[in-house]
């Protein structure tokens, strides 16, 4: 690795936002074919960092050099025309137009007049995938490409820009462990034709497995660089922390009791009338994690919205403690002891204008002893805010200031808090829980999820993270296209045969047993 | 709480009991209508008449007149309604079945008004060829409004002022010619008020791209502010300038615009005279329509319009700006609603009266809607309205016994059928109406 050329280099990076020091004189090398992981907590500056290089920030210190040569990135056009292309975490595709039309936007090739020739484009991108393994058809529309294709035609939007650093900014979060595998396959191929790569993850298996190099940030600091081939995952985590942290979820056998949540023969449909869930049972057991995998967008959201009263029911039941809630307002859901932590928690789990106090109490405004009669109680209010947002670390620690203020990662530690903390939860519904969340604040909340299990409540876990599911839930059940696919007990469940089934390969039933060979079972 | 559950119970079984036997449909909906409207024509209506009276439909001589046997032609609409109602009611759920149905209740929309035709001229003749010639002029700013609001909602601008652009045109178009006609020629003078319309839709729009682009004001506040602009600049105008000249208003006559007839094409049979053979305005509709729709779907400029419109910021990461592509698409659409404009103050007649676009802003953008924001469906809209406010003169003149204020609504009635069932969901460009703002 000495002797290749470095093709990026960033020294004494520095970028200050209004009371926050984002990048601290940042030093970091790409060499020509390696894959660099970039490790750190959220807000620990990684993606300032890629901004900065992309040149949508301008650095208000230090310098750029690419290919030895010191530059100044105005804005995505500069780095573009540099050679670097950027994977964006949230795909910045046009879903209504098509693959070529996204390839080519911006980089169009024309013949005179302006108007387009898509024949050449095409072939330019038939070519390039070809050499790169990126199989797609250059005709089809984006929004009916799976998620994993829809990265490919993003990585293809880099390539067919002459693209020779790629920054890949999570690019797992949305892909199903097949589709993982995949990309993996892609980054190998273009490391292997002299494409260098930073790979920006928190995910400490992934980086150990793809990266040559880890570069770790934390506090908008380096704290160092790791080889992959020496360290492991406890040694990177406490390096992106500052200290030792637990990743195994620590936590004794469930002890299941009563059924708290029975759904039967349940359809839903999505907002375009499209049918999504196609009749659904499935029962949760107080004081077990019932955990619920799949790929976005097999109906686990709709689900959720039904149990929790936000969806009208096509068809079937949902009890909760042997009660009908079928169709019930969302308050009366509330009440009968459902808590619920939504998956888009800015948009459907708090008012962001509102202050954190305000917000501690949305479900139980007008009851006592937060309301009395039709004044609100604000010493009462007042005390439970600053107690739940302290239990839960939400900072800054001051309960006036508004929802809005706080950083990502903060507001959700704040709805947790509300969600976790109101009294007489039977049912605990919790989607994508830790998503956006660093390692410390994963590792407390899956306590707490553990602790209201073994209080005696339901949990309903909702993830996209395969890690999460498996080492959380008590029982998985796989959901694909609607239904539940398969259930098992967490401790039969392994990556693979989950991700086969999030992928809608069902296991085929054991072949009978040739005579003369038995098994015990 | 247990008896709340119990009882939401109860009602929400009753409800699904019968919503699990029925399904209200679209195609449900519009099938009761169309059987109720084909049994009242079979059963109340077609009886009232002798069945030898003739209704004959003269399209001056360009083709040899239709004659219809009314009633008979009344059976048998009355058939094809009752029938497509009961094809509709068909409870199959299948999509190929589905979109038969509403083809058919296409039909029998489109059915409707030939059908009143027939019956309100029975025993007479009544002239086609001016309805039809007359249905594409009053489309004309209804095309052209429309093209204007496909323009900027296709950039990601909500554009609901394309009625004051309109008025602003055709006040400051009008007030051109009324100050040179003195000077220049008349056709010079219509020349330079068509462009001075044309240039003052594009100022206004300035204002609205100004407003909501760079303001990021919200696109329909500062859309009804332009709309609200233009209602009192124009009738300020109108009375400063037109009305305190010596001899008022009619001091100053050019004529509307001249009659152009393209060669060749104005010889063919019927749509020779109602389409090859007309006014400026008009004719540029032609060129418009087509002109959008090549921009739009084969051109740098419309792939980036319309990524820009539905994911600014993947347009911007590619390095496309979007301020720049909003900005220039907004004037492009003012300068076409000016252009409209013009239509009604030097096209249509000659003179300018306070409001006179009289709401055919809002139809260019119903036109739009029903196009689901492509230039050639919002043509076919446009047409729609502007053949409904053809058929409605026709009306008057046969004096249909309807009252008038009726027949007037027919329009709006078209709009809210057209809007309500038969295009179902139209989905607007992605971003359109929310403020670009780079991170």
Not at chain 1, 95 to 107: R, Y
Not at chain 1, 468 to 490: F, H, K, Q, W
Request: glycine share 10%; charged share 20%; proline share 4%.
């Amino acid at each position: 690795m000495a002797d290749t050329p470095v093709v990026l280099e960033v020294r004494g990076l520095t970028k200050r936002f209004p009371g926050v020091l984002a990048n601290d004189h940042i030093d970091l090398k790409l060499c020509k074919g390696e894959v660099l992981g970039l490790l750190g907590e959220n807000g620990a500056g990684k993606s300032t960092l890629m901004n900065l290089i992309y040149g949508l920030y301008k650095p208000d210190e230090g310098e750029i050099l690419i290919n030895g040569e010191s530059v100044v990135i105005h804005d995505p056009n500069d780095a573009i025309r540099r050679g670097i292309g950027m994977v964006h975490q949230h795909f910045q595709l046009v879903p209504v137009l098509t693959v070529t039309e996204n390839i080519m936007l911006g980089n169009e090739t024309v013949r005179g007049l302006g108007f387009l020739n898509q024949r050449a484009a095409k072939k330019r991108i038939l070519e390039l995938a070809n050499q790169y393994g990126l199989t797609v058809n250059p005709d089809a529309l984006v929004q009916d490409l799976p998620v994993g294709v829809q990265q490919r035609v993003e990585i293809l939007k880099a390539l067919y820009r002459k693209a020779e650093i790629l920054i890949l900014d999570e690019p797992t979060a949305v892909l199903t462990p097949q589709e993982i595998e995949g990309l993996f396959n892609i980054i190998d191929t273009l490391t292997a034709r002299g494409v260098s790569i930073i790979f920006i993850s928190h995910k400490l298996k992934e980086v150990l497995r793809i990266c040559d190099r880890v570069t770790v940030l934390r506090l908008g600091k380096v704290v160092g660089d790791a080889d992959p081939k020496q360290s492991t995952q406890e040694s990177l985590a406490s390096m992106m922390v500052g200290r030792s942290v637990l990743l195994r979820v620590d936590k004794p056998p469930a002890q299941p009791r009563e059924s708290v949540l029975k759904v039967e023969g349940l359809n839903l449909t999505d907002d375009r009338g499209v049918q999504v869930v196609k009749d659904f049972a499935l029962e949760v057991f107080a004081g077990e994690i019932l955990g619920i995998a799949g790929v976005q967008g097999n109906g686990q959201t709709e689900l959720i919205e039904a149990i929790t009263g936000l969806r009208a029911t096509e068809s079937g039941t949902i009890l909760l403690d042997g009660k009908n809630i079928t169709g019930v307002t969302p308050r009366l859901v509330t009440q009968a002891g459902v808590a619920h932590v939504p998956e888009d928690r800015q948009k459907n789990g708090m008012v962001s204008s509102f202050l954190i106090k305000d917000n501690m109490r949305l479900q139980s405004y007008y009851r006592a002893p937060y309301a009395m009669g039709i004044l609100s109680n604000d010493a009462v209010i007042n005390e439970t805010a600053e107690k739940w947002t302290q239990a839960y670390d939400v900072r800054p620690a001051n309960i006036f200031n508004s929802m809005g203020a706080l950083s990502g990662g903060n507001q959700q530690k704040a709805v947790i808090a509300r969600e976790f903390s109101r009294d007489q939860i039977r049912l605990l519904i919790v989607a994508q829980p830790t998503r956006g969340l660093d390692v410390g604040s994963i590792e407390f909340i899956h306590k707490q999820i553990v602790r209201l299990r073994d209080e005696g409540t339901a949990v309903l876990l909702v993830s996209t993270e395969l890690d999460e599911i498996l080492s959380l839930s008590d029982r998985i059940a796989v959901m694909y296209a609607g239904r539940v696919i398969d259930t098992m007990p967490a401790d039969q469940a392994n990556r693979e045969s989950i991700g086969l089934l999030m992928a809608g390969v069902k296991r085929e039933d054991p072949a009978p047993e040739p005579l003369g060979v038995s098994t015990h079972g | 709480m247990a008896t709340l559950t119990d009882q939401r119970k109860t009602e929400s079984s009753w409800l699904t009991g019968w919503r699990e036997h029925i399904r209200i449909t679209r195609a449900g909906v519009f099938g009761l209508l169309s059987l109720f409207l084909g049994a009242l024509l079979l059963l109340r209506v077609a009886p009232t008449y002798d069945p030898t009276l003739i209704t004959t439909l003269t399209f001056e001589g360009q083709i040899p007149d239709l004659r219809f046997f009314a009633v008979g032609f009344m059976n048998a609409v009355g058939v094809i309604y009752v029938l497509g109602g009961l094809f509709a009611l068909i409870p199959i759920e299948h999509r190929l079945l589905h979109s038969l149905k509403l083809i058919w209740l296409g039909i029998n929309l489109a059915l409707f008004v030939p059908t009143v035709l027939v019956i309100t001229a029975i025993g007479t003749s009544t002239n086609m060829l001016e309805t039809l010639t007359s249905g594409f002029r009053l489309a004309t700013p209804i095309v052209i409004g429309a093209l204007a609001g496909i323009w900027c909602e296709r950039s990601g601008v909500v554009n609901i002022a394309i009625e004051g652009m309109m008025l602003t045109g055709a006040c400051l178009g009008f007030i051109t010619v009324f100050l040179l006609a003195p000077y220049l020629q008349s056709q010079q003078a219509q020349f330079l008020g068509v462009l001075i319309a044309t240039l003052m839709g594009g100022v206004m729009a300035l204002l609205h791209a100004w407003l909501s682009i760079t303001f990021r004001t919200d696109q329909i506040v500062s859309g009804t502010v332009i709309n609200i602009l233009a209602l009192g600049l124009t009738s300020f105008l109108r009375d400063e300038i037109l009305l305190a000249a010596p001899g008022g208003e009619g001091g100053v006559s050019t004529g509307t615009l001249p009659i152009l007839a393209i060669p060749i094409l104005s010889d063919l049979p019927l749509i020779g005279p109602s389409l090859f053979t007309g006014q400026p305005i008009f004719l540029m509709m032609f060129v418009l329509v087509i002109g959008t729709h090549v921009i739009l779907y084969y051109t740098r400029w419309g792939l980036r319009t319309r990524a820009v419109g539905e994911n600014p910021k993947a347009a911007d990461t590619l390095g496309i700006n979007v301020i720049r592509n909003r900005y220039i698409n907004v004037i492009i659409g003012g300068l076409l609603a000016g252009f409209a404009g013009a239509w009604f103050s030097l096209e249509a007649t000659s003179s300018f009266d306070n409001g006179m676009t009289g709401g055919l802003g809002f139809i260019a953008l119903a036109a739009m809607i029903f196009g689901k924001w492509t230039p050639l469906g919002a043509t076919i809209g446009g047409l729609l309205f502007g053949f409904s406010q053809a058929f409605r003169t026709r009306f008057q003149i046969l004096e249909v016994p309807i009252p008038e204020e009726f027949i007037q609504m027919i329009p709006y009635i078209v709009t809210m059928i057209v809007l309500a069932g038969l295009v179902g969901k139209a989905t607007a460009p992605k971003a359109d109406g929310v403020p670009y703002k780079k991170e």
